[in-house]
């Protein structure tokens, strides 16, 4: 390469949320990615959070799946393509002979491009002729999609982000926006900087970031959002906020949702002592919504993972439809989603329960028109299984084969252990990853290596609607491919036709065309991008960020649905729907007396595979934590900082009791990043309850019985060491990375001095080893050096505290300890005390939280702007702006206490 051309620039899309962050990579031989906001995407105008701006640390090659693998004699050994794609055609085709196509299955992902989603589809239902796909969007937003099918005739969002912007209230219900959609939340408080009249309300059991900053919290007992609704739906529908000619011209079943919301909710005193609100604030809130014209609801996963999630959805639409407040500027219910991909996957039908192109499996019409444009030889005529059904079948011995694609089910699916019972059970199971150990991995017999991020080619759409081009900007490493080519390979290797693309662009185009196709009156589908169709290869590379419906004959998408009032019901009617409350499946009770509430935490995705990488990343949660009320932890006889155990009727896990995340008393929080990769016993998966709502068939993620007990060690310790350690024989253990190093936090049994010591380490009689034991104190501590370099270093504590992380992680980046540090090494002090940083609360600039705590007082700052103009911290992507702000409250607390 010429190195005096500038170096290429590709804009690409974030991989992570659902915001849907353009993002600009530069590419420089020798160095890692330039990542960067790509101001000209018009879904985030230059922004990202920290995780999008820490991509770059994310695309080594360090722990890649590279090549194809296939077990035998039960051990995973490398293979070439070919014979790993004849084992996967060869045993799907066997099975099918043998039992039928509903023996074999596909459980793909939200993180697949539009691309590899259309070809597993098509694959699934027309060639197979089964519609066992499912997808883990089905643990995510099937009730969101659920909802909109009830309501509107058809899986649609209404509206785009500009509506947040332009709304005066912002109702959050079960969204942690600034933690999970951090780019669309610091346009909301940009808008309301701007005009300060936008109102937040957020709705939430946790006093989560995004409450913080929220003008009204409402912390509802977990499970009751139906309620609260159908009592506003009560009291807008009493204190004339219809929007009676709306009403009247353009919906239908009012009565019957008012009848079955006036039969609980129709006593704002009632639903707040149910809902377990102050009445006052409640009755603010209705005041509120039923004030502001332009309110646009804004929901997640406190919503959709319920067992009531889909009522839910509809309970707040509800509310919607009765005020007329949809199609238009500033308002609108709008379901966030989760994944990169989550809207493109129900776009080509990805769910076990849809056609394609937003047609149905269940209308013989359809299921003709979509086999007929394939021109398959079949085509699935009844639903397939849902994911919680799919794995229970696969565990029944009824499907017997199945492909895992991007996504880690071992890990994020409930009753996590009955998966892992049906894969080691299972004749074949085939997954598709990027990296090469995750849980899920280890149950597979044929390992497919697929192109990830920068890598991998095609398209998302995000929660607007919004189609934009993922590119690649890195070479395919080893021999890893992007997914549609293995499904591919594998169709033509089972005989099937329809599967000889050339690129992406060949697959974006049937999926174009097919959304068009007949699509008149008889068939109308709102979702119609055929204004995409029959594009040249350059401009589908050159395509910019677009907003579907895209009107055949145009490339101008559409920025807002039902402007014109008409719905995708044959009668062009929205359709209010009866949402009888009712309370989570499961019941605390004496034996599991807390209800368990899992999520996510601010700078980690998902199972870590990848933000897991980043040691700016890890810095903000090193540890999974048990975050419950201080008085539960009294009663449960647990101390934060200490281990604890929770338990339900499915599994166990073990980790840190913690306060502060702003949980009510009767719930624990538990974030559900950690797997066996990275801790001895932390997957909470294993523990939540597999109960999902009857109609969409999504898990009660939020809401499982649970106790908290002491998990008794009798010492703590911490490693940090270059090397990856063997750790499996202790008690406890948790790991992250840090930058040049493997942060371990050990909680352990017996002894833990020099012999274990040094064996833990790998550190022989010849080093440079320089240890501290004070066996009466209950302390250990040891450092192994290799010519003046830090190598490891491990500190062991029998009850007293252990000395913060921070100096010493920094050591890692030395070639060598001055003399000064080497002597105060062991007491894990910099040799001039200064101060300890803190855990770190802003990722972007590595600010902790001591240096803004004191940074505050010692200043006098009172201000959040005020607090970046000083140390940098929130400057960048804001998302610890809310951390700073209980900052300062803190401060300020501090200070009226000391008078
Ligand atoms: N940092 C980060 N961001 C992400 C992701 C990630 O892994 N990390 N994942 C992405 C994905 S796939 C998704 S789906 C989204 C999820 O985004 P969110 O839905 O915002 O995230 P969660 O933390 O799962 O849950 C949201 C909130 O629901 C609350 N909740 C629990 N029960 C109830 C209830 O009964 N009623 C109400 N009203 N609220 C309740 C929880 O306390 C929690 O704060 O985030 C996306 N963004
Ligand atoms: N308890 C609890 N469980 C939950 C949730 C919860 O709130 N609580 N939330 C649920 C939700 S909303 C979601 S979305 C799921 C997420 O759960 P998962 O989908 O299981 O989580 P990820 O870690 O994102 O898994 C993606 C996998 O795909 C791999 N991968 C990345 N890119 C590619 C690619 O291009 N191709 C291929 N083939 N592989 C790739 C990654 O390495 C990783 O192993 O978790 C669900 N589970
Ligand atoms: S908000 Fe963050 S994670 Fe989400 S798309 Fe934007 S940069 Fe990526
Ligand atoms: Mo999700």
Redesign the pocket.
């Given at each position: 390469m010429d190195m005096s051309l500038p170096a290429p620039t590709v804009r690409t899309t974030c991989p992570?949320?659902?915001v849907g962050c353009g993002v600009t990579a530069t590419v420089k031989p020798g160095t890692i990615p330039i990542i960067a906001g790509d101001a000209r995407h018009a879904a985030s105008g230059g922004r990202l959070?920290v995780?999008g701006a820490a991509l770059g640390e994310t695309l080594d090659l360090d722990g890649r799946l590279l090549y194809p693998h296939i077990r035998e004699e039960g051990a995973m050994r490398r293979a070439g393509w070919d014979e790993a794609l004849e084992r996967v055609a060869g045993g799907f085709a066997r099975i099918i002979e043998e039992y039928g196509p509903d023996a074999v299955a596909l459980y793909v992902s939200?993180q697949l491009l539009t691309e590899d989603y259309y070809v597993a589809n098509k694959f699934m239902k027309g060639y197979v002729g089964s519609a066992n796909i499912d997808t883990n969007s089905r643990l995510?937003?099937s009730s969101s999609v659920a909802g909109h099918k009830r309501a509107f005739g058809e899986d649609l969002v209404p509206g785009c982000y500009e509506d947040f912007e332009l709304a005066d209230l912002v109702v959050l219900?079960?969204?942690?926006?600034a933690?999970?959609?951090?780019t669309l939340f610091q346009r909301i408080l940009k808008a309301k900087e701007a005009r300060p009249g936008l109102r937040i309300v957020a709705?939430?059991?946790?006093r989560?970031a995004?409450c913080e900053l929220a003008d009204l919290h409402l912390p509802?007992?977990?499970?009751?959002?139906v309620w609260l609704f159908n009592g506003l739906l009560t009291y807008l529908a009493r204190h004339g906020h219809a929007d009676a000619a709306f009403v009247q011209a353009q919906t239908e079943g009012l009565e019957g949702a008012l009848a079955t919301a006036d039969t609980d909710c129709s006593d704002p005193v009632q639903v707040a002592r149910i809902c377990r609100v102050d009445p006052g604030k409640l009755l603010a809130f209705y005041e509120a919504f039923a004030a502001s014209d332009k309110v646009v609801s804004a929901?997640?996963?406190?919503?959709?993972?319920?067992s009531s999630g889909t009522d839910?959805v509809n309970a707040i639409i509800n509310c919607h439809l009765l005020t007329g407040r949809i199609g238009r500027p500033g308002m609108g219910p709008f379901s966030?989603?989760?994944?990169p991909n989550?809207m493109g996957g129900r776009e080509v039908g990805g769910l076990a329960n849809m056609l394609a192109a937003h047609m149905d499996l269940d209308n013989p019409a359809q299921r003709e028109l979509v086999r007929s444009f394939w021109d398959a030889p079949r085509i699935a005529d009844k639903p397939g299984l849902k994911a919680v059904d799919l794995f229970r079948a696969v565990e029944e011995g009824k499907v017997k084969a199945v492909w895992i694609m991007a996504t880690n089910p071992l890990v994020s699916l409930p009753d996590a252990e009955k998966v892992r019972r049906a894969l080691d059970k299972c004749e074949l199971v085939v997954v598709s990853d990027i990296v090469a150990a995750t849980d899920t991995n280890d149950y597979a017999d044929v390992l497919l290596p697929a192109l990830g991020w920068g890598e991998k080619d095609g398209t998302v759409t995000n929660s607007e609607r919004r189609i934009s081009r993922q590119r690649a900007f890195l070479p395919a490493p080893g021999e890893a491919r992007a997914d549609w080519r293995a499904l591919c390979e594998v169709a033509r290797r089972m005989g099937f036709t329809g599967f000889g693309y050339e690129d992406a662009h060949a697959i974006f185009d049937e999926h174009a065309r097919l959304s068009g196709w007949r699509n008149d009156a008889h068939n109308r589908r709102v979702f119609d991008i055929s204004g995409l169709a029959g594009m040249h290869r350059k401009d589908y590379d050159a395509l910019e960020p677009v907003q579907w419906p895209v009107a055949p004959g145009s490339s101008e998408g559409t920025q807002r649905l039902f402007a014109d009032c008409r719905f995708a019901h044959a009668n062009g009617k929205a359709r209010f729907i009866a949402t009888a409350p009712r309370a989570p499946v499961h019941a605390v009770d004496e034996d599991f007396p807390l209800a368990l509430?899992?999520?996510?935490?601010?700078?980690?995705?998902?199972t870590m595979t990848r933000?897991g990488k980043s040691p700016r990343l890890a810095n903000h949660a090193p540890e999974p934590t048990i975050d419950l009320h201080p008085h539960d932890a009294l009663l449960c006889g647990v101390r934060e900082g200490e281990l604890a155990r929770v338990t339900s009727r499915w599994g166990a896990m073990v980790a840190r009791v913690a306060h502060g995340g702003g949980i009510a008393r009767g719930s624990v929080?538990v974030p559900?990043?950690w797997s066996g990769q990275t801790a001895s016993d932390a997957r909470v998966g294993a523990l939540v309850n597999p109960v999902v709502d009857p109609v969409s068939g999504e898990p009660e993620?939020?809401?499982t019985p649970v106790r908290v007990e002491p998990f008794v060690v009798e010492w703590q310790a911490f490693v940090l060491s270059r090397t990856p350690l063997a750790v499996d024989k202790v008690a406890n253990w948790t790991r992250v990375q840090g930058a040049g190093f493997v942060r371990y936090e050990l909680g352990g049994r017996g002894p833990a001095q020099a012999g274990w010591a040094r064996t833990l380490l790998d550190v022989d009689e010849e080093a440079d080893w320089i240890e501290y034991d004070d066996a009466g104190a209950g302390v250990y501590r040891a450092a192994h050096l290799v010519e003046g370099r830090l190598q490891a270093c491990i500190f062991v504590t029998r009850g007293g505290a252990l000395p913060p992380r921070q100096w010493l992680a920094g050591l890692f980046a030395q070639e060598t300890l001055a003399p000064g540090e080497r002597a105060t090494l062991l007491a894990g002090r910099a040799p001039l005390a200064g101060a300890d940083p803190g855990p770190t609360v802003c990722s972007c600039f590595g600010v902790g939280r001591n240096t803004i705590y004191a940074a505050i007082r010692k200043q006098g700052l009172e201000t959040t702007a005020q607090v970046t103009s000083c140390l940098k911290a929130g400057g960048n992507c804001g998302s610890c702006v809310p951390e700073i702000g209980k900052l300062l409250a803190e401060a300020r607390c501090g200070e009226s206490e000391r008078g």
């Open positions: 992570y949320c659902g959070c995780k939200g995510c937003m219900v079960g969204s942690n926006t933690w999970c959609h951090p709705i939430d059991p946790r989560t995004t509802i007992k977990p499970g009751t959002d929901y997640s996963q406190g919503v959709n993972q319920s839910k966030l989603t989760g994944q989550a509430n899992t999520g996510r935490l601010r700078d980690q995705w998902h933000t929080f559900i990043h993620f939020k809401h």
